[in-house]
């Protein structure tokens, strides 16, 4: 098998004058309004061959071979990004994207894992790096390089399984990211069969106009250059995933955007908008294809929105498979089930054993009672993650639960492990690892303890102290002492897993969470649905 870039080079060259990326311009004082410099396909190949270039001497000079790897730390907001991650992909060496939210000692354990060679970036961040063990050199601009890709070397021989790009989990284990390496099998399935058979829009051939639905430090958005570079399609880069009205009118008014990539909650806002504002609804109606992940919508917003013909369909992706399954378009009576993407071979395999009311609230609100399924990729599976991710020796269960709607379509009803969506942006949190945290730093005060806050703004830890709290003073001690106590992992979390706050502890006596009666394990969202007045209390002190 080629190397990924070998397709990637070779789709550039097709379409050399379509755009291929929308850079978004901040708004000035003058104006006060976005704008996007629309960069083609033939610029992006140049820039990232002049990347390639420059990198492949820079680190050849310091003894880094290609198949090394090399770490790229960068803001995940800039062309520049791009430009660079597949310029370092096009030398041969293999990018370990480090997004801005890590710490320094978080990306030296990440590449001492991994066994990094060097690592570059972005200038911003070479202040921290100057006792860095390895070697760092910031991203130059792309105008001041100039080393010819003439001197560039080919690509080296890969096998599908070598690895050609290493990501990571939008959440933390123990205070580190997981590492997800991509392998060349797994990108040419994302890039050829997945993203295509995502969309069921325009099949007169037009081009795909979409936005962004993150940082290009993770994986979904870090690799549009490889699925959109064989296609013809465009990126339209937002100011942040959950861009505003204003800026959405413009991007379809002004840029052509006609299909959306969103999470729920932000598919929310616009639908609830598109109720009283003809145009928000006009621009709705008439995109090609709009996706909503990362959760349900509320029923009355799906029905809503089929009623009014808006192009909507739910799809479920992962960081380790990408994505696998799709909503029918335009077949109303269905959403939020989906079927299987053609080409792609994963399993659902029936669940034993599980207790239906762990399910998070709204995924048991909508359950039929029927027999849930796990979603197994087998290892023989294009798109089935590298050996070091699969929780199987046969493949990997990606963690989620589904429930038949009819045959072929399957409804998404949660997690059946610790991991919760939270924070701003609805990312992944492990609670067990600050659990555990909380309970071997505190062993001596707290009897037991549970994170909630799931699709919630932070998470809040309730405990339960080993002595009882007879005063608001002991109480406020206790959260002081949790807090200095667990101080040294919470700092290495991402911000939304972080417990900073003493009003993020909340004390119970023993006996107080609820548990299952076989197990006695605690039960995640009983303890959310029996406090949830509390908690609402909470969450709306750090609501924006």
């Known amino acids: 098998m080629s190397h990924f870039m070998s397709w ?11 755009p291929i990326f929308k850079r978004y311009i901040k708004p000035t004082a003058a104006s006060n309004r976005p704008t996007w410099l629309s960069i083609s396909y033939k610029t992006f190949l140049t820039d990232l061959e002049h990347c390639a270039a420059y990198w492949g001497q820079k680190l050849g000079d310091k003894g880094v071979n290609q198949k090394d790897v090399v770490g790229i730390w960068i803001t995940g907001t800039e062309y520049t990004d791009l430009a660079n991650l597949y310029g370092l992909a096009r030398a041969g060496y293999i990018p370990e994207v480090l997004n801005a939210k890590m710490s320094v000692p978080v990306i030296r354990d990440l ?27 910031a991203i130059p601009k792309l105008g001041s390089l100039s080393v010819p890709p003439s001197s560039l070397p080919a690509l080296p021989a890969v096998t599908p399984d070598d690895i050609a790009m290493i990501f990571h989990t939008s959440g933390t ?23 295509p058979n995502l969309w069921q829009c325009y099949t007169d051939g037009r081009p795909l106009m979409v936005n962004n639905i993150g940082s290009f430090g993770n994986v979904g958005s870090a690799t549009t250059m490889s699925y959109l570079s064989w296609s013809g399609h465009c990126l339209v880069q937002t100011s942040k995933p959950d861009f505003d009205v204003n800026e959405f009118l413009a991007m379809v008014n002004e840029e052509g955007l006609n299909c959306m990539i969103l999470y729920a909650p932000w598919l929310s806002k616009l639908l609830k908008l598109a109720r009283s504002d003809p145009v928000v609804l006009s621009a709705l109606k008439g995109m090609g294809q709009i996706h909503y992940t990362g959760a349900a919508l509320n029923p009355d917003d799906e029905a809503w929105a089929m009623d009014q013909d808006i192009p909507i369909t739910s799809i479920y992706s992962t960081t380790e498979c990408a994505a696998c399954l799709v909503s029918p378009l335009g077949v109303k009576g269905v959403l939020s089930a989906m079927c299987m993407l053609e080409g792609i ?33 087998p290892a023989e599976a ?13 493949g990997h269960i990606t963690g989620d639960l589904f429930e038949e709607a009819g045959p072929g379509l399957y409804y998404f009803r949660g997690r059946n492990d610790d991991w919760i969506r939270t924070g701003k942006h609805l990312v992944f949190c492990d609670t067990k690892s600050i659990e555990d945290n909380v309970l071997a730093t505190c062993a001596d ?10 699709y919630k703004p932070v998470i809040v830890l309730f405990v339960e102290p080993l002595q009882p709290i007879t005063s608001l003073e002991e109480e406020n001690t206790l959260k002081a002492t949790i807090l200095k106590r667990t101080g040294d992992f919470n700092s290495r979390l991402f911000v939304h897993e972080q417990i900073n706050s003493p009003d993020q502890i909340f004390p119970l006596p023993i006996g107080s969470l609820s548990r299952t ?13 029996e406090y949830a007045a509390s908690l609402d209390e909470i969450y709306s002190k750090f609501r924006e």
């Not at 990637?8 to 379509?18: A, C, Q, T």
């Not at 590449?111 to 050199?137: H, R, Y």
Request: net charge positive; proline share 8%.
């Open 517 to 529: 009666t076989e197990k006695g394990n605690i039960r995640r969202k009983a303890v959310e649905d």
């Open 382 to 394: 294009d798109n089935c993650p590298h050996p070091s991710v699969r929780n199987r020796p046969d």
């Open 345 to 377: 071979n994963c399993k659902f395999i029936p669940v034993s054993g599980m207790d239906r009311t762990d399910l998070d609230g709204d995924s048991e609100k909508r359950s039929k009672g029927g027999q849930l399924f796990d979603l197994f990729v």
């Open 173 to 195: 284990t123990s205070g580190i990211p997981k590492p997800v390496p991509e392998t060349h099998r797994w990108l040419k399935s994302q890039a050829q069969v997945q993203w």
């Open 8 to 18: 990637v080079l070779e789709g550039l060259s097709k379409y050399p004058s379509r």
């Open 111 to 137: 590449l001492v894992k991994s066994g990094g060679k060097a690592i570059v970036c972005d200038p911003n961040f070479a202040a921290f790096l100057t006792d860095f063990p390895l070697d760092t050199f």
């Open 445 to 454: 005060l707290i009897h037991n303890t549970v994170v909630v806050g799931h």
